[in-house]
């Protein structure tokens, strides 16, 4: 592509030094590149003006409103949403480029997530191709305004896109955990401040269910090793949710 894209690329960042720069790089085609940074004692700044990105500085508070911020400070009306730790394929910057010069009627379109752990790529357990949407006009779009999951909501009609992400946000199990113990953290607070009704028993059916369904029925096993640690994982999120949900009642007194 000769002439960059009408897009604006929007990554949100902290201490993200050793992925931004993949990030950007991947992305050169846009003619737009933006950082909402959340006060990073890094060089991420740096690493990120040193690829043309523009720098905004606000502290992370919920997800969603964050995410709905970051998206408003783009000039273009085609908005492409990345994390750090990802990066757009050629494949995926060439099939934006067409779609751009055809022009569509969609509103947004769900992009491939080609999910790491380590180098080794899950292509199974519902993590291939788990298309979300990525690629959307920002005036068509908002983020759920919570905290951890937020929904993605789309006026309009989507579609899907081919080609792929590649999120290599896992660099080993230990950080798996640590993404899972910041995520439990988020889970339970929602629950608690929804007043959602949980239970010990529930919780483990929960547990039970989710691990049944990634190892089993979206096949995980066929990733071997690596499939039934993620579907362990997965079951492993309802019980840690529960326990620090049990702990949020407990503190405030709550039956």
């Not at 291939?128 to 920002?138: C, D, H, I, M, S």
Request: hydrophobic letters at 40%.
């Amino acid at each position: 592509m000769a002439d960059k894209v009408p897009l604006s690329v929007v990554v949100i960042t902290k201490n993200e030094e050793a992925n931004i720069g993949d990030c950007l790089k991947s992305v050169q085609w846009a003619d737009e590149l933006i950082v909402v940074d959340d006060f990073s004692q890094d060089r991420t700044v740096e690493i990120a003006s040193s690829h043309n990105a523009q720098v905004f500085k606000r502290r992370m508070d919920v997800e969603g409103i964050h995410r709905n911020w970051a998206y408003q400070k783009a000039r273009n009306e085609w908005v492409l949403s990345l994390d750090a730790d990802e990066t757009a394929t050629p494949e995926l910057g060439k099939e934006i480029g067409n779609l751009f010069a055809k022009g569509t009627d969609f509103t947004g379109f769900a992009i491939p997530l080609r999910n790491y752990i380590g180098d080794y790529w899950v292509r199974h357990g519902g993590w291939y191709p788990a298309g979300k949407l990525r690629l959307f006009k920002k005036d068509n779009f908002k983020y759920e305004e919570v905290g951890v999951h937020p929904r993605a909501m789309l006026e309009g009609q989507w579609s899907c896109l081919k080609s792929d992400i590649i999120h290599k946000g896992y660099p080993n199990f230990s950080h798996f955990l640590e993404s899972l113990n910041r995520q439990t953290d988020e889970e339970a607070k929602k629950w608690f401040k929804d007043g959602r009704k949980m239970s010990q028993g529930l919780a483990a059916q929960k547990a039970i269910g989710r691990f049944f369904k990634t190892f089993v029925i979206k096949k995980g096993y066929k990733d071997g090793f690596i499939g039934f640690m993620v579907a362990f994982f997965a079951g492993l999120y309802q019980v840690m949710s529960f326990a620090k949900y049990w702990e949020l009642k407990k503190a405030k007194g709550a039956s």
